[in-house]
């Protein structure tokens, strides 16, 4: 499958986020992964979700940590916590509530990953 149609299929299954499951959010996030990593759709940094100082050598340092601690869930629960905790007295409010998000989301993935739910 071409990767225009994956794409298309992917923004699909985007359209209705509260409904879609971990594995359609699985398929968008690897799809999105993928193209970008190669140069399609390409674009600018972002703080949150694609910070350019956390990538090194095409791994990013989420991945990294992940694969090194024991306790990813823990790690991730912390930085929730954390930028929670830094949102009204850092200068970004909404950046530091964006990386809050980012990081619960990537908690949920982990939960349903380990079949915690």
């Known amino acids: 499958m071409s990767l225009d149609k994956q794409m298309r299929k992917a923004v699909k299954v985007a359209d209705g986020l509260d409904d879609v499951t971990p594995q359609e959010w699985d398929v968008l996030n690897q799809t999105w992964r993928s193209s970008t990593r190669y ?10 979700t694609k910070p350019v100082h956390y990538i090194s050598d095409g791994v990013e340092a989420i991945d990294y ?52 739910e």
């Open 65 to 116: 940590i992940k694969q090194q601690v024991e306790d990813p869930c823990s790690y991730l629960e912390g930085n929730v916590l954390k930028y929670m905790h830094r949102y009204k007295r850092k200068g970004k409010p909404v950046e530091d509530l964006r990386k809050a998000r980012q990081y619960l989301d990537w908690l949920i993935r982990e939960v349903c990953v380990e079949g915690i």
């Open 39 to 48: 140069g399609h759709l390409a674009h600018p940094a972002d703080p949150v």
